[in-house]
């Protein structure tokens, strides 16, 4: 048994979702379990709808087109989806009357793309003689709290998807289940939404729970590459990555599985593996526990721009053993997150996102040291075996020093498959060819 993940873009439009349904075909000894988002731009046309309808207009024009266009090009009959569009309306209208949109009423809202979506892909496969049935989320027993936008799962869902799909695992049930990633349902059985990788946390989960021998998530290229082959021509997919390796590019600018979605098959092991839509007989990138083989010295390199570096110096803290303590404490008063650090006895460097908002912080913090914020800056990352940081990093430097880059901070040793560097972020495309071709030529 394996899952399948579509993301949105892979079910865009009529044409994409024959072509998923011929890979679901094409997967179908391999008893799959699929996992659909939105078609193309259905949420964002929602969260448009939203905006209008809080303003008083009523209008799902964008939404009915694609879905009603879609199911005719498709030569399918799709009454669910009327249905929902129905509900849909009523849902806008009562957001124009009260004219606010509450966390709560925005999850219900967004949930209706992903359930068209199950309902078009399960008709036209049913049409097409490939037995499918649709389920939303919480019919396989997808449970969360009440965090609406970024809402986690319960431990109650490992025992429920099992009893779920139990007929289905055994083979008793012949239609392959196609369900909504994403979504869920609380305790008292309102809507709610998994946040960022909350698709890909609904297939690594449902993947874990049954003890799939693997789980696919479908993207638009040959899984993992060593960098952004846009940047580097020669980027080449990687054949296989640590769940460890594949969290670090994920938060470090990769499009790889969110970090989040990762925690249930690294609680039992299940193999993921990123596939490529437009290439099916790519074996793409596998992402295990531990390397079957020799660990690579270098994995992958990937970049995050719009960084700013903060750097912290307090001389009157010398030896004073709260320095740190109080740093982070205002960093926890404003709700900021850190990326990298860099530590002495009476300084710290660091980063944080661009778009931060800093003001308060920053005048709590020169209390008690100078503070001097660097804008314009990036991380470029090195994804790498860090017991062989000396030999990555000569190699490195070396090549970066050829070309006049100046690296302002480096970080390395919290992990043990992270290298990063920070930059100026004009340079940030530049770093990533040069140590490319440094460290993979």
Not at 418 to 425: G, H, K, L, R
Request: one cysteine or more.
């Amino acid at each position: 048994m394996i899952v399948m993940k579509f993301g949105g873009s892979s079910v865009a439009n009529a044409e994409r979702i024959k072509h998923v349904a011929s890979i679901i075909q094409n997967y179908q000894n391999d008893r799959p379990i699929v996992v659909l988002s939105a078609m193309g731009d259905t949420t964002d046309h929602l969260l448009d709808a939203a905006d209008l309808a809080v303003k008083g207009t009523v209008d799902i024009q964008k939404v009915e087109k694609l879905h009603f266009d879609t199911a005719k090009e498709l030569g399918i009959e799709v009454p669910a989806i009327k249905d929902l569009l129905d509900e849909l309306k009523t849902l806008l209208t009562g957001i124009s009357m009260l004219k606010e949109l509450t966390k709560r009423t925005r999850d219900y809202l967004v949930s209706f793309g992903e359930r068209m979506s199950v309902r078009m892909m399960s008709a036209y496969l049913n049409k097409e003689k490939t037995p499918a049935k649709f389920y939303d989320a919480w019919d396989i027993g997808m449970v969360s709290d009440s965090n609406y936008m970024s809402a986690e799962l319960l431990d109650e869902v490992w025992d429920n998807i099992p009893k779920a799909l139990g007929d289905y695992k055994s083979g008793s049930q012949k239609e392959i289940p196609i369900v909504t990633g994403f979504i869920a349902k609380d305790k008292k059985g309102i809507i709610t939404t998994l946040g960022r990788g909350g698709s890909d946390l609904s297939a690594t989960m449902i993947g874990a729970a049954l003890g799939a021998d693997e789980i696919q998530t479908w993207k638009d290229v040959d899984g993992i590459m060593t960098t952004d082959p846009r940047l580097v021509k020669e980027a080449r997919s990687v054949p296989e990555v640590t769940y460890e390796e594949a969290q670090e590019l994920a938060m470090f600018g990769a499009q790889v599985l969110h970090p989040r979605s990762m925690i249930p098959c690294r609680k039992t092991g299940t193999p993921v593996r990123v596939k490529n839509s437009y290439n099916i007989s790519s074996q793409g990138t596998k992402i295990v526990e531990k390397h079957s083989g020799a660990t690579p010295l270098v994995t992958a390199i990937t970049s995050v721009k719009n960084i700013n570096l903060i750097d912290i110096e307090s001389s009157r803290m010398l030896g004073a053993c709260g320095f740190l303590a109080h740093v982070f404490n205002q960093f926890l008063k404003w709700n900021i997150s850190v990326d990298v650090i860099a530590t002495s006895e009476v300084s710290v460097s660091l980063t944080v996102s661009g778009k931060t908002d800093l003001t308060g912080l920053i005048e709590d913090l020169q209390k008690a040291a100078e503070v001097n914020v660097k804008k314009d800056k990036a991380i470029v990352t090195i994804i790498c075996d860090a017991k062989h940081s000396s030999a990555i990093l000569s190699r490195a430097f070396s090549a970066l020093e050829k070309e006049g880059i100046n690296v302002q901070m480096i970080s390395q040793g919290a992990s043990k498959v992270n290298i990063s560097v920070i930059v100026d972020s004009a340079e940030t495309d530049k770093t990533v060819q040069v140590l490319h071709r440094a460290l993979f030529s």
